[in-house]
């Protein structure tokens, strides 16, 4: 029998590792094996190895390299960030501003704040998934020492003025919070010097990016002090300890600066492919709405939502039919709760539930796209169709 063709849509959850990044990183996982901590040559040739992806990554975003934190991924850069940057400077404040759309582990690590003392003001957003520059400086008081909002949203793609942001903290004459960005799905997209968006902390994760899963980093100026969220062997200065995945990190910093590279292309060539995917769909079936910003957003994303169709449904028909998209962010693709962020933005439960994500890649074509519109117009007309009779 013959394979079924597979089409995957689903670059925002994860991508494939790049050829050049294997290639980096396999002499770390068969010959260049020692322990970094370790004194004899096969760990300082790990170290060595560690301290060379730092750098790389430094200068891919604009920092210096003692700046730079690995860590196990984006949720445990995020958690860091947050908890660990609060923690560290409560004795200026316990305020703390996000917007209602950040990913959910951002906002989780603020209900653990809460918890603890801490104050949260979540910031709304426009029915593009925009926050308010307005509701943000109303919103910063003399206690706010940690403001997070998010480069590039995972679920609609929406991108946040970052540099606005940053030059309303920085002007404020109430506070001087510490700005944190999760950039997980702007890396490889968006320019993500820091210096240049003048933000002070930065989460980067190397499965967005053509890199190896279970890997990421925490850009923090050097001038914030934050606390560990994870002790005991004292890597990463103290401030991230276990021992380094050295094949991981090599493979993060190689992902980096090829996506980082190829940005420019790459982004114009997706920007296109979802624009003809998105006028195709709205003009081939009906009841179909756009989620989100089209002109503030990512170029590979794409949030549809199709009325009397439930998400889920059409993600598993589409499934038989060899095509990998998602209902959202696959982190949270076990609750039976609407998407937050969906709802942040003005969707109704119903309408929430009817959406689904394509999410376009390095490998996606033109051709592809055509018979994803092909099946993704059937598979419409089969649910409704079923819908009906069962009614």
């Excluded at 940005?263 to 079936?285: A, G, H, P, W």
């Amino acid at each position: 029998m013959k394979a079924k063709k597979r089409i995957y849509l689903d670059n925002a959850s994860t991508t494939p590792v790049m050829p050049g990044v294997f290639a980096a990183m396999l002499p770390y996982l068969t010959k260049i094996y020692g322990n970094p901590s370790s004194l004899h040559e096969e760990g300082r040739l790990a170290k060595r190895a560690i301290e060379g992806a730092r750098m790389a990554i430094s200068r891919v975003i604009g920092s210096v390299a003692e700046e730079i934190i690995f860590t196990s991924g984006g949720t445990e850069s995020d958690n860091l960030a947050i908890l660990g940057l609060a923690r560290a400077n409560k004795n200026k404040g316990n305020h703390i501003i996000v917007s209602s759309i950040e990913h959910k582990v951002v906002l989780d690590a603020c209900l653990k704040l809460i918890k603890e003392g801490f104050e949260v003001t979540y910031l709304d957003v426009n029915k593009s998934g925009v926050i308010s520059l307005d509701h943000l400086k109303s919103s910063l008081r003399a206690d706010t020492i940690l403001v997070s909002i998010m480069y590039a949203n995972n679920e609609i793609g929406t991108i946040q003025p970052i540099n606005e942001i940053s030059k309303l903290l920085k002007s404020s004459t109430i506070c001087q919070p510490i700005f944190h960005t999760d950039a997980c799905q702007a890396a490889g997209a968006l320019a993500i010097n820091v210096k240049k968006l003048g933000i002070d902390a930065m989460t980067i994760s190397a499965s967005k990016i053509h890199g190896p899963k279970g890997i990421g980093c925490l850009y923090l100026n050097k001038n914030y002090l934050v606390e560990p969220i994870i002790v005991g062997g004292g890597q990463e200065n103290g401030l991230r300890s276990g021992t380094e995945n050295v094949a991981s990190i090599v493979g993060l910093a190689e992902a980096l600066n090829i996506a980082d590279s190829n940005k420019e292309n790459e982004s114009v060539r997706l920007t296109q492919l979802r624009n003809y995917f998105i006028t195709k769909v709205l003009k081939k079936i009906k009841g179909v709405s756009l989620n989100g910003s089209l002109r503030s957003r990512l170029p590979n994303n794409i949030n549809i939502s199709i009325t009397r169709v439930e998400g889920e449904s059409l993600v598993l028909l589409l499934d038989e039919e060899g095509i990998a998209c998602s209902t959202g962010s696959a982190c949270d693709s076990e609750s039976l709760k609407p998407s937050h962020v969906l709802t942040s933005i003005g969707l109704s439960d119903e309408s929430a539930h009817c959406s689904i994500r394509f999410t376009l890649g390095e490998e996606t074509k033109k051709s592809d796209l055509n018979y994803v519109i092909n099946k993704l117009s059937k598979s419409v007309d089969f649910i409704r169709k079923m819908s009906a009779i069962k009614s």
